[in-house]
């Protein structure tokens, strides 16, 4: 259960060897929580990651390898990350996604199909599944990771950003439709984090390393924000973005 | 969502769940609702818990409020069986013009007999009289294994269970409980003001004795020297020849109805630091430094917040949370300790209630044993919350002492099982009337007792 802080007891990843999702189970785990199922693409990512959660303390960890370009298979996975959590989830942290290559995808309509079926058609599918769980349960919390490039696209990665925006905008309908029924649904929007995802690329504005992109976001899950900004700041920035003319915003740097 | 489904919380207004609400006018209403619940049940009754003890996330909740039998207090004994859904303000309402009045009462009269059972209440007469449940002599006990009457002599084992254990052995029907009597609706009140802590807490401990009733108002948000100093507040029942004027036409009038009422919930944050501080403040300057023999009526002494419907809507949308631990005399530093963590940590907290418990029940989850206890009430917000009450677990937990079920919302399993070793007595007694685990509520699975 959650208890008055919102503090999850069980938790589902899906996109379980995100390294974001990873570092905020972490802090779950220092706190009170003590089930998690990961579910990833990668078993011997997912193993690692598992091994170490029950290394901080976790007292039982499950992995689930499931494949997100397959819409549908989601209800299946859905199902068995319940199972195996034992019944219940308090806390199901959505970390489906992969970046791109903006230049590739450019021309590469397959490339393009299958990055919006990993980052937007996979995750809805899989939220969907998950509703009616939800609902039944009485309870529940789901966070979503979007990002701030689905705040308004840019020419340097319009492809996931797209992706993003879509499952952003999918959130929010999908979060009122939950309201009635005491399940909390939140999106939470990085900016340039440094992992793997981004390894290799230049720090964009406003980075920031994994550790405080988590304590962040772990502090976000106990408010009632309905959008998590990493870092905070974020927020205002997004203002700013979202107003520039067109003709500005594509001579900015990127 | 079906029209009998509601979204549910403790007064504290966090951690919604929801759950089919039921309610059922008689016993074999209530026996049909254990039978038909498609999942788990628990019993909720006026929802003053703090926290999750009356929720029960996807299952069903059974509302006692429809338990309303309440036949005349007999004149001789003083006992009277109530239902289950009854609150003590009824109760009251009935029992003060004949001259009774109820052995137990928390801060509020809006509460139930049956949550007055489950949390077994105690009250500023505890280190004289116990808590509630020393004063019940039957239950009317449904059960998921049979519906059964209970009293400390024919089933001592289930009957001493059901004592704060929150509903988790079954629903209570009605009860008995021994009346006191009473001459007056007053309470003759001595209230003296303290320094500091050790200043208030060396005055309970030599004089609380010459008193039935003794509570201290302790202010958590003063540093230095001043830390924790106190306002004690100390009565016993008004007898005829202490009234005066109005007072002796009417003695035995029951408290007056509720006045005001919080309409919405303002903003989170209204209630922070500051304006805490400032409230601490402006009561502690208010109060006399020291008066004797002040004729208060009960509703003034025992319950100044029932004057105000829906108060806890002040603590906004974010909600808030009660910390009340207890301590044996042996480890009073505990509530030094806590006071002064709250105050480095700049943790808001309305004045604290500070008490001296007397002996504990045979209750395996009774909360009250020999000691002080503190009931802190703390508004939800601020970041570092959750980890400084970890941190107060802890201590609390190191030093034998335990958290009150009525008022938690976040304690850990593996904490609340060092506060209550009894808790395997507990299961297995529970066991042989829920051997399915039926009775569950988000607390009970919260805190993982089976």
């Not at chain 1, 290799?200 to 962040?216: H, L, R």
């Not at chain 2, 007898?239 to 002796?248: H, V």
């Not at chain 2, 502690?284 to 419907?309: A, C, M, N, W, Y």
């Not at chain 2, 802890?394 to 399993?413: F, I, N, Q, T």
Request: glycine share 10%; net charge neutral.
């Amino acid at each position: 259960m959650r208890n008055a802080f919102g503090q999850p007891q069980s938790v589902l990843v899906l996109g379980g060897t995100s390294e974001i999702a990873l570092s905020v189970v972490e802090r779950l785990v220092a706190a009170r929580t003590q089930t998690v199922v990961l579910a990833g693409r990668n078993p011997s990512g997912l193993d690692l990651a598992a091994q170490e959660l029950r290394d901080k303390g976790a007292q039982s960890v499950e992995t689930l390898v499931f494949d997100a370009d397959e819409p549908s298979n989601a209800q299946g996975v859905i199902d068995q990350a319940f199972e195996k959590a034992g019944g219940s989830i308090d806390l199901v942290l959505i970390a489906v996604g992969q970046l791109g290559d903006q230049d590739l995808l450019d021309n590469d309509p397959d490339g393009a199909a299958a990055l919006f079926t990993t980052n937007l058609t996979w995750p809805v599918a899989a939220m969907t599944a998950l509703r009616s769980k939800l609902i039944t349960q009485g309870s529940g919390h789901v966070a979503v990771i979007a990002s701030i490039a689905g705040v308004r696209v840019r020419r340097a990665n319009f492809t996931y950003g797209a992706t993003k925006a879509g499952l952003d905008a999918f959130t929010q309908g999908y979060s009122d439709s939950l309201k009635p029924y005491g399940v909390k649904v939140q999106i939470i929007r990085p900016g340039f984090v440094r992992t793997k995802m981004t390894e290799g690329m230049a720090d964009a504005p406003f980075s920031t390393d994994v550790g405080p992109a988590a304590d962040t976001i772990v502090k976000g899950l106990s408010s009632p924000a309905s959008v998590i900004w990493s870092p905070p700041l974020l927020q205002g920035v997004a203002l700013v973005m979202r107003s520039l003319p067109g003709v500005l915003w594509r001579k900015m740097p990127s | 969502m079906s029209n009998h489904q509601e979204l549910l919380t403790g007064w504290g207004n966090t951690a919604p769940s929801l759950a089919d609400v039921v309610r059922p006018r008689n016993e074999e209403e209530v026996t049909t609702d254990l039978q038909n619940a498609p999942g788990s049940l628990i019993a909720r009754g006026l929802g003053r818990s703090y926290g999750d003890a009356a929720q029960c996330a996807g299952g069903t909740v059974l509302s006692n409020r429809g338990l309303w039998n309440l036949t005349p207090i007999d004149p001789l004994t003083g006992l009277v069986t109530v239902g289950a859904g009854v609150s003590l303000d009824e109760l009251v309402s009935i029992s003060i013009p004949a001259g009774w009045f109820i052995p137990v009462t928390p801060g509020t009269r809006q509460v139930t007999i049956g949550g007055a059972i489950a949390a077994d209440i105690h009250g500023k007469n505890h280190h004289v009289d116990g808590s509630f449940m020393n004063h019940v002599r039957s239950i009317r006990l449904a059960t998921p294994t049979g519906t059964l009457t209970i009293t400390p002599e024919s089933e001592p084992e289930l009957f001493w269970a059901t004592a704060g254990a929150m509903g988790l052995t079954g629903v209570v029907i009605d009860a008995t409980v021994q009346m006191i009597p009473i001459e007056t609706s007053y309470i003759s009140v001595d209230t003296e003001r303290f320094p500091n802590l050790d200043a208030t807490m060396a005055a309970m401990a030599s004089g609380d004795d010459d008193y039935r009733y003794s509570v201290a108002w302790v202010d958590c948000m003063t540093a230095g020297a001043s830390m924790g100093r106190g306002v004690i507040t100390r009565g016993d029942h008004a007898p005829k020849s202490m009234l005066e004027g109005k007072q002796t036409r009417h003695p035995l009038s029951p408290p007056a109805s509720t006045k005001l009422a919080v309409p919405f919930t303002p903003p989170s944050g209204l209630l922070n630091r500051l304006s805490i501080k400032a409230f601490n403040e402006a009561w502690f300057r208010k109060s006399p430094k020291k008066r004797d023999g002040e004729i208060q009526s009960l509703g003034t002494f025992f319950h100044p917040l029932d004057g105000v419907d829906w108060w806890n809507r002040l603590h906004g949308h974010r909600g808030f949370l009660q910390y009340q631990f207890v301590v044996s005399d042996a480890h009073g530093d505990v509530v030094t300790k806590a006071i002064e963590l709250l105050s480095s940590q700049k943790v808001p907290s309305f004045l604290a209630v500070l008490k001296r418990f007397g002996p504990h029940n045979p209750g395996p989850l009774s909360f009250p044993m020999k000691g002080w206890t503190l009931a802190l009430d703390i508004p939800i917000g601020p970041p570092q919350l959750a980890g400084v009450l970890d941190q107060l677990d802890l201590m609390v937990g190191e030093a034998g002492g335990r958290l009150y079920l009525a008022k938690d919302s976040r304690l850990s399993p593996q904490q609340f099982r060092a506060m209550y070793p009894q808790l395997g007595e507990f299961e297995r007694i529970r066991k042989t009337i829920d051997p399915q685990g039926l009775l569950a509520s988000d607390l009970s699975r919260r805190l993982g007792i089976s």
